[in-house]
Nanobody, 125 residues
Framework: QVQVVESGGELVQAGDSLRLACAHSGRTDRTYGTGWFRQVLAKEREFVAAIKWRDGSTYYADSVKGRFTISRDNANNTVYLNMNSLKVEDAAVYFC??????????????????WGQGTQVTVSS
């Protein structure tokens, strides 16, 4: 099994930058990829970004392309989400998820096996 723990969420102002971290532990040697999702109360959890561990391929939701960057620190088994030019609409609970299986599509929640508890990002105007 793999455990993932998110950190880094906080209150920021619109236009600010923030970096979220997702620490992986356990059988990380089997990890195929990691994704970031976000959820606002009463709405569906939506895909934000994902990265394949083997080749570093990255994927982004259209709403964050050009502003967010996902990356991986191989030595520490940590995946980061760098968020720039934050908007009020980026406010959400951000979840990290890891997959042990090849994705049919990195944005599908069903493609992930392990989920963290989430970290709150609040963006004030």
């Amino acid at each position: 099994q793999v455990q993932v723990v998110e950190s880094g969420g906080e209150l920021v102002q619109a236009g600010d930058s923030l970096r979220l971290a997702c620490a992986h532990s356990g059988r990380t040697d089997r990890t195929y990829g990691t994704g970031w999702f976000r959820q606002v109360l009463a709405k569906e959890r939506e895909f934000v970004a994902a990265i394949k561990w083997r080749d570093g391929s990255t994927y982004y939701a259209d709403s964050v392309k050009g502003r967010f960057t996902i990356s991986r620190d191989n030595a520490n088994n940590t995946v980061y989400l760098n968020m720039n030019s934050l908007k009020v609409e980026d406010a959400a609970v951000y979840f990290c998820a890891a997959s042990n299986r090849p994705w049919s599509a990195p944005g599908r929640r069903s493609g992930y096996d392990y989920w963290g508890q989430g970290t709150q990002v609040t963006v004030s105007s």
